[in-house]
């Protein structure tokens, strides 16, 4: 039986892996991660709206169900989609596409995996991953222009392989 | 370096489009303009915004002025990446704390 394989367009970009142990159930540590979203994550430094000099970030909501819309909202009331939730599995995992500044096609993805350390502990690991949905999928390839993404993703790369 | 104006830079399917064409080989403006569809004073502007975040620099060639890629501007970019998410997790680890202090 032969398998059938899509050979990939572009470069392999490594993930960007993350971890940190908190003191919490697995179930506590997810649970305080999607109810508090809004409160927990660093808005004024890390938005859409942060990086532009006439808008300022005002809130940021996650709706932690499949389907479900990561969006930060502006002083002008503009919403601005981050993402899409793809999987919500409590006390285990959470998975969404990733498109914050960028359109929905050239979505990465990032996933939060809740794994126990002990009955009160756990590790929450971060892969954000999918890095070649930027040039195959992007603007500049519908544009038929040459592949600017793919050029600066093995930039990334070589820096990430080198640091 | 301000890494938000590398992302900032690379945002734009043009500028992106540019650094697909310099990725070839350094240029000049007028070499950039007639390769891809856009007009020279457009060119200019994005090769300004590109020096600017530290992606291009701009160097003589006797009489002319060529652009060239410069890979330290896009080195930084994935450790702000790191950044990022080094800061968002320490920041949900500090809300738990703090709760559980309540």
């Given at each position: 039986m032969t398998e059938t394989k899509t050979a990939p367009a572009a470069p392999a970009i490594a993930p960007i892996n993350k971890a940190i142990d908190v003191s919490r159930s697995t179930t506590d540590a997810y649970d305080f991660f999607v109810g508090n979203f809004s409160h927990w994550w660093p808005l004024a430094k890390h938005s859409v709206s942060a990086m532009r000099e006439d808008r300022q970030p005002v809130a940021i909501t996650l709706e932690?169900?499949?389907?479900?819309r990561i969006f930060e909202r502006d002083d002008t009331g503009t919403e601005i989609e981050w993402g899409l939730v793809k999987v919500a599995a409590p006390g285990d995992r959470l998975v969404m596409s990733w498109h914050p500044g960028q359109s929905a096609d050239e979505a990465t993805e990032v996933e939060f995996r809740f794994v126990a350390t002990g009955p009160d502990t756990c590790r929450v690991e971060m892969e954000h991953r999918d890095w070649h949905n930027l040039s195959e999928n992007g603007q500049s390839m519908r544009d038929g222009y040459s592949t600017g993404w793919d050029f600066v993703l093995e930039q990334l790369s070589n820096a990430y392989a080198s640091g | 370096m301000n890494y938000e104006v590398t992302i900032d830079a690379l945002a734009n399917p043009t500028r992106r489009a540019i650094l697909g064409r310099l990725r070839g080989g350094a240029c000049s403006a007028g070499e950039i303009g007639s390769t891809l569809t856009v007009t020279q004073p457009a060119v200019s502007q994005h090769l300004k915004v590109l020096r600017q975040a530290g992606i291009v620099r701009q160097e003589r060639a006797g009489t002319r002025r060529i652009y060239r890629v410069d890979p330290a501007g896009l080195a930084g970019l994935y450790d702000w990446l790191g950044e990022f998410w080094d800061d968002a997790l320490k920041s949900y680890k500090e809300a738990m704390e703090a709760d559980d202090r309540n």
């Open positions: 932690a169900k499949v389907g479900g | -």
